[in-house]
């Protein structure tokens, strides 16, 4: 490439493709097993049939079996008769040494060299004349034997791709294969789906193939979002934008090859790039000029049309149309949708490439044709008793179509219509595309303007709430803020308060707390308190919201017990509703529950009577948290989803998934319920996360999980992210877990520093908050710092570093205690089993640690079913008793109870360190059921130990010594007596051949020993 910077055009590594490569790597093993084995994949093209198969391809060493491949080719039948035949035996040559492809062939050598020159001179020379054809039956014979021949050596893999190219000779052939094969050959065979019209010669093959039953058939779909996202940003070398990943997923449709494509023009910043076009148009090339003609004026209409409206544009005869129509269906370029009758096209592309070739003169006039029977049509429908005017959908299709006929004016008052039909049919997004049209339409017709059925500052406001509850942030804010310049605030004051208060939320919802506050209070300051009024109740709710989501409880509740005194007193129901709901947050995040959770529900059922959809979503959000907070997660997790789905009735999921379902999924992650975590994050990553407010919870939740089950680097990167993007400071509860999880990832690296600066920071967010919660959870995991810290100082003998660690743990634990035992907190269960954790934490720090406290933090887990920190807490509770001296088996005990939890969980740190405590204290655990974690321990290197002469445990020790411990801290940290160390340790110096402690630790280093 000259001047320009190559790029991968293709990505690196296959997507979304697990379940389908499983089943071709089962259909291999099943022909190594023995039985036959024949796969027919079928797609469209570009899908990625041949990925998929090459993946395949590759990988056949694992299972010790060749992989022959030939592909049909685009040449017109009876050119190259077997031509993927000859390129699948081609390679044999070089596979195999001369005698055994003397074996292989069996004799067939020269008959097949025919057809495959490459295989030997060509029989004629030894006696039957080399013209003599080769009957069909004959080869077909030969062939069969080459295959059952080279499976005596191992397994093989037969790929014959694009078998929709095929000529009859090779369809017979592998007709034969098909009925003929025997175990030890699998064949995989593909073709495209959308070449097979009506009368294709391969249809009958695969009606015969599917008789047999025989053969098993894989369809490839398109890729979906996640997929799609992850496909680009391997091809770019780092995430898609967002926004890009949309486009691609709009124009591709889920077509890798087309995704490629796309994104390679949009990277040389051309819109559909040539090649793409020709391909695209070469299959509507080939129909007749009247059906190319008629797939224009459909074009128009957009990617799908109904008959009787293509029919009134068109305005051809209805006969001569339908035989056109069949045309384009049986080719492929049309496809019919079963439920509506609707023409489809096959692929968004092939619309937009015939789109793009109409020049702009034949566009207008068939837009406006469309428009007109459109209206006919509504106008027909009027006059029937019971019709109900225009749908949604048809009133979005006339604001389109007046637009793209540039009649400006009917373009203005058709979209505002449309706002409103979409707004009401829940299809928010769309409305807020009529409703921006119409807006940027407002100044050019000033005439439509002022028949519009909603006045400029009206139309703002809802294109701005649609944004919001759609989910696109920076577009609310930005119409919220139009909206607000065009009020004056000393003359309406109520006005502008109520759209300074909703510019709070688009605000916050933007993960901004700080402009959200700003807003707010501005909002408070303005709004007369004089005689009270809706406004007023509303922003003061508001303003109690946001206290709330700050942590500052008390005062959220002063402020939201004003907001429902005053909505009662104007009859202000969805005030009161919203109100509550905050007043139910506060109490249960204090630990109030049973009250908390009454006025939630006061505030849900008013919600629900009010279709209050806002509220309906944070009211199911925030029980659920308080349920959680309580140690009652299975019920949180039910109630998220229950609010995932209410909002998803109204159109709003957009704003509400990307936090309801990740929250879930962190609820049954603490119970354990790990696999049905993982299902819902995949939900969460397929959903348009387009801003940071509405990746951060996904991330924190994703992060959460990769470090629970010891995928540290994943972890910090989701959580670094989440910082990275934040607008704004994050809220406490937002925080909070962000820097306890990057905290933990960096004790289980062994990066202490790192993890007390996560730590502090993370506490720094709480300094102003009441969060009992969140403090107990942070504190804890700040403590198991300290605790770190301490113990690694005393190894050391740093014993300035260790009472640092100790003073810090002591006030750490203080500040938890006055925080969880603050005057009208009550702590939950949740609360005190972190509580019982940080004291059993800080036991460790001031040392020794207390296997006591360990087991009581460890019952208050298990009791509430939280198995990863009961899990680590008897891990701690086995190594305190085996450091106290305590009989062996209770410590057995406790350690395998860890085992058992940390193997069920996939939580690979914990067990890791589960088995080196056993393997240093000489327990011997138990089998488990064999869960996740199925990482053996670190095999042994016996090549070094049998050749140095050195034991397991002497290993064990060199390591020790090697890390400069004493012949005491060996024997702390091997549970044995100072007299067994100082054994072990001449042993190992006497076996190494060296004097001293020094050099044996340079032995250990050289030979890659320590660690
Ligand atoms: N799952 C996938 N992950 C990554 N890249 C993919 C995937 N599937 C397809 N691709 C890429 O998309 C392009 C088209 O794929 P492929 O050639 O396999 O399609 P096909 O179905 O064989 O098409 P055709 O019918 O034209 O032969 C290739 O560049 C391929 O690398
Ligand atoms: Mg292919």
Redesign the pocket.
């Known amino acids: 490439m000259i001047g320009g910077v190559a790029r991968r055009v ?2 690196p ?5 697990g379940a389908e490569a499983a089943q071709l790597r089962a259909a291999l093993e099943r022909a190594a097993g023995g039985q036959p084995a024949i796969v027919v994949v079928a ?1 469209e ?8 198969v090459h993946d395949l391809v590759c990988r056949v060493g694992e299972v010790g079996a060749v992989a022959l491949t030939g592909g049909c080719l685009d040449v017109g039948d009876g050119v190259l008769a077997y031509a993927p035949l000859v390129e699948a035996l081609r390679p044999l040559v070089g596979l195999l040494d001369p005698a055994e492809l003397e074996r292989v062939l069996g004799g067939a050598g020269g008959e097949l060299a025919r057809l495959v020159p490459e295989l030997g001179p060509p029989a004629g020379v030894g006696g039957r004349p080399a013209e003599a054809p080769l009957a069909p039956t004959r080869l077909f014979e030969l062939l069969l034997g080459v295959l059952h021949r080279l499976a005596e050596r191992g397994p093989v893999l037969l790929v014959v791709e ?1 078998l929709h190219w095929a000529d009859q000779s090779t369809r017979d052939l592998l007709g034969f294969l098909v009925r003929n094969l025997r175990g030890g050959v699998a064949l995989v065979l ?1 073709y ?1 789906s959308d070449e097979l019209h009506r009368r294709h010669p391969l249809r009958p093959f695969l009606a015969e193939l599917d008789r047999s039953g025989r053969a098993e058939r894989l369809e ?1 779909d398109r ?1 979906g979002r996640r997929d799609l996202a992850e ?1 680009l940003a ?1 091809i770019l070398e780092e995430p898609a934008p967002p926004a890009l990943v949309g486009e691609v997923l709009a124009r591709s449709e889920g077509n ?2 087309f995704a ?1 494509e796309l994104l390679a023009a949009h990277l040389d910043g051309s819109r559909l790039p040539l090649a793409l076009r020709d391909l695209v148009l070469a299959r509507v090339e080939a129909l007749s000029e009247p059906t190319q003609r008629v797939l224009e004026v459909a074009a128009v209409a957009g990617t799908r049309v109904d008959h009787e409206l293509l029919a009134a544009v068109v305005g051809q005869d209805a006969e001569q149309l339908v035989w056109l129509l069949r045309e384009a269906v049986t080719r492929h370029v049309l496809g019919v949708d079963e439920a509506s009758g609707a023409y489809v096209f096959r692929h968004a592309l092939v619309q937009e490439a015939v789109y793009d070739d109409l020049l702009p003169v034949q566009r207008g006039p068939l837009h406006a044709a469309y428009a007109r029977a459109l209206e006919r049509r509504i106008a027909q429908r009027g006059h029937a008793p019971g019709a109900g005017g225009a749908t949604a959908v048809e009133q979005g299709q006339l604001a389109y179509h007046w637009y793209a006929a540039h009649d400006l004016g009917q373009a203005l008052l058709a979209s505002v219509k449309a706002g409103q039909a979409a707004e009401a049919a829940s299809a928010l997004a769309e409305a807020l595309g009529h409703y921006e049209r119409a807006l940027s339409l407002w100044d050019q017709v000033p005439e439509a303007a002022a028949a519009s059925p909603l006045d400029r500052g009206t139309l703002l406001h809802r294109a701005a709430e649609t944004a919001n509850l759609a989910g696109y942030d920076d577009r609310a804010i930005g119409l919220g803020r139009l909206a607000l310049d065009r009020v004056d605030p000393a003359a309406e004051p109520l006005r502008a308060g109520a759209l300074l208060e909703r510019l709070a939320r688009y605000h916050w919802t933007a993960a901004d707390t700080p402009r959200a506050m700003a807003a707010v209070e501005q909002a408070v300051a303005i709004i007369p308190r004089d005689p009270p009024s809706e406004e007023l109740a509303r922003a003061l709710a508001a303003h109690a919201q946001l206290l709330m989501l700050l942590g500052r409880h008390a005062e959220a509740r002063v402020r939201g017990e004003e907001a429902v005194a005053v909505a009662r007193q104007v009859g202000a129901r969805a005030v009161e509703g919203h109100a509550l709901t905050t007043l139910g947050t506060c109490l249960g995040i204090l630990g109030h529950i049973e009250a908390g959770i009454a006025d939630l529900e006061q505030g849900l059922r008013i919600a629900r009577e009010l279709t209050a959809v806002d509220d309906l979503g944070r009211g199911h959000a925030n029980l659920a948290t308080v349920l959680d907070h309580a140690g009652r997660s299975a019920e949180a997790a039910e109630i998220f989803l229950a609010g995932a789905e209410a909002v998803r009735q109204h159109g709003a999921l957009g704003r509400y998934g990307p936090t309801h379902l990740p929250d879930a999924a962190l609820a049954l992650l603490g119970l354990g319920r790990r696999v049905e975590a993982e299902r819902l994050l995949d939900q969460v990553f397929d959903l348009d996360l387009r801003s940071p407010g509405l990746r951060g919870r996904a991330l924190t939740v994703r992060g959460t999980l990769r470090l629970r089950t010891g995928d540290l680097a994943g972890a910090e990167a989701d959580l670094r992210q989440v910082l990275d993007e934040a607008p704004g400071p994050l809220d406490p509860q937002n925080a909070a877990p962000v820097f306890g999880g990057l905290a933990e990832a960096a004790l289980w690296d062994g990066r202490l520093a790192d993890a007390r600066a996560a730590a502090a920071e993370g506490l720094e967010f709480l300094a102003a908050a009441e969060e009992p919660y969140w403090m107990s959870e942070l504190g804890r995991t700040a403590l198991r710092v300290e605790a770190a810290v301490a113990e690694q100082a005393r190894a050391r003998h740093a014993d300035a570093d260790e009472r640092a660690a100790r003073e810090l743990a002591g006030d750490l634990l203080d500040r938890l205690h006055a925080v969880t035992g603050a005057p009208g907190v009550s702590p939950t269960p949740t609360v005190a089993a972190n509580q019982r954790t940080a004291e059993a934490e800080w036991s460790r720090a001031a040392g020794p640690s207390d296997p006591e406290r360990w087991a009581g933090a460890a019952s208050a887990w298990e009791a509430l079913g939280y198995p990863w920190q009961a899990g680590y807490a008897r891990w701690r509770q086995a190594e305190a008793l085996l450091a106290q001296g305590a009989p062996r088996q209770d410590a057995a005990a406790a350690l395998a109870r860890a085992w058992a939890l940390a193997d069920r969980l996939g939580a690979r740190r914990l067990s890791a360190e589960v088995e080196s405590l056993a393997r240093r204290a000489r327990i011997e655990l138990p089998d488990t059921a064999g869960g996740g974690a199925q990482e053996a321990p670190a095999p042994e290197e016996p090549a070094v130990t049998d050749e140095l002469g050195l034991t397991p445990r002497e290993l064990e020790v060199l390591a020790l010594v090697a890390d400069g411990r004493t012949n005491r801290q060996i024997a702390q940290a091997l549970f044995i007596s100072n007299k067994t160390a100082s054994v072990h340790v001449s042993n190992i110096l006497a076996k190494l051949g060296v004097t001293n402690r020094g050099e044996a630790a340079a032995v250990a280093h050289r030979l890659h020993l320590t660690g």
Request: charged residues 25%; aromatic residues 4%; positive net charge.
């Open positions: 293709s990505c590594v296959v997507v979304g493709r797609g093209a570009g899908v990625g049939k041949t990925r998929l694009d593909t495209r490839l890729l496909l391997g890798p090859f490629e």
